[in-house]
């Protein structure tokens, strides 16, 4: 069974730092490009960070320079490190990938079920 588990989530004053982490678990042949999700109360779900196989990575502008994506292939993690957090950075953050479960390289799309984190003094 191939799960995406994140973790890393809490409570951080604004200004304060947090790291996220998110491991894909299961018989999984090949992992293509895992983002960084987030959705605050009552509004859509954003694409907050981007990685590719090859390290290529992309940010939404409200966290650029702030939070940077990374990831372990051999692993199977990628990480999200967050800085100088704001309140408004307050929401469920969801690990999504795209995975291959074998070697005819037909990627699928899975999701964690997301960890909280909350910004506020």
């Known amino acids: 069974q191939v799960q995406l588990a994140e973790s890393g989530g809490g409570l951080v004053p604004p200004g304060g730092s947090l790291r996220l982490s998110c491991a894909a678990s299961g018989t999984i042949f090949s992992i293509g490009i895992m983002r960084w999700y987030r959705q605050a109360l009552g509004k859509q779900r954003e694409l907050a960070a981007f990685?590719?196989?090859?390290?290529?990575?992309g940010y939404t502008d409200s966290v650029k320079g702030r939070f940077s994506i990374s990831r372990d292939n051999a692993k199977n993690m990628v990480y999200l490190q967050m800085n100088s957090l704001k309140p408004e950075d307050t929401a469920v953050y969801y690990c999504?990938?795209?995975?291959?479960?074998?070697?005819?390289?037909?990627?699928?799309?899975?999701w964690g079920q997301g960890t909280q984190v909350t910004v506020s003094s």
């Open positions: 999504n990938a795209d995975l291959s479960l074998s070697s005819d390289y037909r990627y699928r799309g899975y």
């Open positions: 990685i590719t196989s090859g390290g290529s990575a």
